[in-house]
């Protein structure tokens, strides 16, 4: 499928104009990253707790792989109502929803206000911006509205970041470092455009047309890979399984191996996966068979790059298939069913 026929079928069916966000993700992310946080470097915490749900949520992951990697501090993603009971007021907690309005990190939020906790919010406004206002020890910063926040990333994770940065819970990169990866990164989306790039994108998408998809990747870049799979469950309709590896060698390859059935798998790795673990990959390679599989190296000179390519591919790899199936990667009713449900409950 070439470049007219996606210029045609973005035409067609790209409503909201989620390649046009994409597009911009290394863009909001630079911008992000170079948020003026007020706040002084503080350690002094037990760990780092992050609320989020969907596409708010999915920067909590990275920070937590990132921190798993090369932190001082244990990062924990909670996904539901409340808080975990474990939880205390030594333990900052950084909230995230796009819109402000989503109901499971409210009610976290003001459970954490209540018991005297910290709260670090990022959101476009809504009733979390207005919730944080009322307390001195806690921070509202805001990102751009109007978008989808599966298609926000590079706000929100730029600015989780930011704030990981200027607290010092997370190690910073260099200004050199930071300029580098978003030179390569940019290079990289360009490449990846199914308009004007390499044509890679385009060919992954056809081949999952009509497959089971599997998404295997090494622990360290897991984040990634379930990032991809809610990125097709949204953008492109369609389910998806990530599984890590090593732990999936010891249960779910049996089932890859045995089902006859059309399946596509994709490899994530990077530089800085085990060896051990690429040998396992190659097995899986020559043994498993499948309609299609391909590895994707996750380039990048950092973890945090490596994350930050894989995310951003995987984007684009999710928008093709939506547009080669006729769907607009917008288009979300179900959910928007949902929400209209619970607000006649309230």
């Given at each position: 499928?070439?470049?007219?026929?996606?210029?045609?079928?973005?035409?067609?069916?790209?409503?909201?104009?989620?390649?046009?966000?994409?597009?911009?993700?290394?863009?909001?992310?630079?911008?992000?990253?170079?948020?003026?946080?007020?706040?002084e470097?503080?350690?002094d915490?037990?760990?780092?707790?992050?609320l989020g749900?969907?596409?708010?949520g999915?920067?909590?992951?990275?920070?937590?792989?990132?921190a798993?990697?090369?932190?001082?501090l244990?990062?924990?993603?909670?996904?539901?109502?409340g808080?975990?009971?474990?939880?205390?007021?030594?333990?900052?907690?950084?909230?995230?929803?796009?819109?402000?309005?989503?109901?499971?990190?409210?009610?976290?939020?003001?459970?954490?206000?209540?018991?005297?906790?910290?709260?670090?919010?990022?959101?476009?406004g809504?009733?979390?911006?207005?919730?944080?206002?009322?307390?001195?020890?806690?921070?509202?910063?805001?990102?751009?509205?109007?978008?989808?926040?599966?298609?926000?990333?590079?706000?929100?994770?730029?600015?989780?970041l930011?704030?990981?940065?200027?607290?010092?819970?997370?190690?910073?990169?260099?200004?050199d470092?930071?300029?580098?990866?978003?030179?390569?990164?940019?290079?990289?989306?360009?490449?990846?455009?199914?308009?004007?790039g390499?044509?890679?994108?385009?060919?992954?998408?056809?081949?999952?047309?009509?497959?089971?998809?599997?998404?295997?990747?090494?622990?360290?870049?897991?984040?990634?890979?379930?990032?991809?799979?809610?990125?097709?469950?949204?953008?492109?309709?369609?389910?998806?399984?990530?599984?890590?590896?090593?732990?999936m060698?010891?249960n779910?390859?049996?089932?890859?191996?045995?089902?006859?059935?059309?399946?596509?798998?994709?490899?994530?790795?990077s530089?800085?996966?085990?060896?051990?673990?690429?040998?396992?990959?190659?097995?899986?390679?020559?043994?498993?068979?499948?309609?299609?599989?391909?590895?994707?190296?996750?380039?990048?000179?950092?973890?945090?790059?490596?994350?930050?390519?894989?995310a951003?591919?995987?984007?684009?790899i999710?928008?093709?298939?939506?547009?080669?199936?006729?769907?607009d990667?917008?288009?979300?009713?179900?959910i928007?069913?949902?929400?209209?449900?619970?607000?006649?409950?309230?």
């Amino acid at each position: 499928m070439g470049e007219r026929d996606f210029e045609a079928l973005l035409t067609a069916h790209d409503a909201g104009d989620m390649a046009g966000f994409t597009r911009r993700f290394v863009d909001d992310l630079e911008v992000a990253l170079a948020t003026k946080i007020e706040v002084e470097a503080d350690t002094d915490w037990s760990g780092v707790l992050c609320l989020g749900m969907g596409g708010s949520g999915a920067g909590g992951m990275f920070l937590s792989a990132l921190a798993d990697h090369a932190g001082g501090l244990p990062f924990v993603v909670w996904r539901d109502y409340g808080l975990p009971s474990w939880w205390g007021p030594d333990w900052l907690v950084i909230a995230t929803s796009y819109s402000g309005d989503t109901e499971e990190t409210l009610d976290g939020v003001r459970a954490v206000l209540e018991d005297g906790g910290t709260v670090v919010g990022i959101c476009s406004g809504g009733a979390l911006e207005d919730l944080l206002a009322e307390s001195e020890e806690s921070l509202c910063l805001s990102v751009p509205a109007g978008q989808m926040p599966r298609s926000a990333f590079g706000h929100l994770l730029g600015t989780q970041l930011a704030v990981c940065f200027a607290l010092g819970i997370l190690p910073k990169p260099s200004d050199d470092e930071l300029s580098g990866m978003l030179g390569r990164l940019s290079a990289a989306s360009q490449s990846a455009d199914i308009v004007g790039g390499d044509g890679r994108v385009a060919a992954m998408a056809q081949g999952m047309v009509g497959c089971e998809i599997g998404i295997v990747a090494p622990t360290l870049l897991g984040c990634a890979a379930r990032r991809f799979a809610n990125q097709l469950n949204e953008n492109a309709d369609r389910f998806a399984r990530p599984v890590d590896l090593p732990e999936m060698n010891h249960n779910e390859i049996v089932a890859w191996a045995a089902d006859s059935g059309s399946q596509a798998l994709l490899y994530m790795t990077s530089s800085a996966v085990n060896p051990r673990l690429r040998a396992r990959m190659d097995w899986m390679m020559e043994s498993i068979d499948c309609d299609a599989s391909w590895v994707l190296d996750c380039e990048g000179q950092s973890l945090l790059e490596s994350l930050l390519y894989a995310a951003h591919l995987t984007d684009w790899i999710s928008i093709a298939l939506a547009l080669i199936q006729g769907i607009d990667p917008s288009a979300m009713a179900s959910i928007d069913g949902l929400k209209a449900h619970l607000a006649s409950i309230q």
